[in-house]
């Protein structure tokens, strides 16, 4: 359990069911720039086993290792890692060699609201916001975020959220995450600084 700013972001990569371990065939970790949003297609049921349910899917009616997506977000906001990100999964085809996946469960559509907080619950949004900006700030190399749609072949609309809103949002979360951190250098630094000054005085 990693514990990244005011969220946690919950470690099941060892509890997940796997019949092999995924590998990195050709793919190069500096060559990964895209995460590919999903979701389940399925109604939000309790997470743990959810995740469990849809590693069981994907080994039992795909033939894959595991579940394919790096990332699950229930839709309280609870946030689940269930693969390394370094590890070349499976949910979005040849594109795998240079993306990671992250997914939200539901079943929602993409004309069940007009912004996204209509169409997923609010806390949902904002965990999958957080854990954008999140790892784009801690991997630069993370510039591009599209959805499932975009490179399906088989016609998904899934995510089945606007795209364009999602991005907006995510790089407004980098700014304040920026500016927070250095609001707490400058704070700390001042914070020093006066501390020296009463040591020197008082000495």
Known sequence: ?????????????????????WKARDRSWDQVN???????????????????????YHINSRGWCSIGYHIFIDQYGKIFQVNNLKDRAAHAG???????????????????????T????????????????????????FNNIIGHTD????????????LGELRSDVKKKRLMKLITKWVFIAFLFGSIVAIGRKILYYN
Do not use: F
Request: proline share 4%; aromatic share 4%; net charge negative.
């Open 1 to 21: 359990m990693a514990i990244l700013e005011n969220r946690v972001i919950i470690n099941r990569i060892n509890d997940v069911p796997r019949t092999c371990a």
């Open 34 to 56: 895209t995460i590919v949003v999903h979701q389940t297609d399925s109604s939000c049921r309790e997470a743990e086993t959810q995740i469990i349910d849809t590693a069981n």
């Open 118 to 141: 209509d169409i997923i619950p609010k806390k949902q949004y904002n965990a999958l916001v957080w854990t954008l900006a999140h790892i784009q700030n801690l991997y630069p190399q």
């Open 94 to 116: 040849n594109d795998n060699d240079y993306s990671i996946g992250i997914v939200i469960c539901g079943d929602h559509r993409i004309d069940d609201g007009t912004i996204n």
């Open 151 to 162: 490179v399906s072949t088989s016609g998904k609309s899934c995510p089945n959220l606007h």
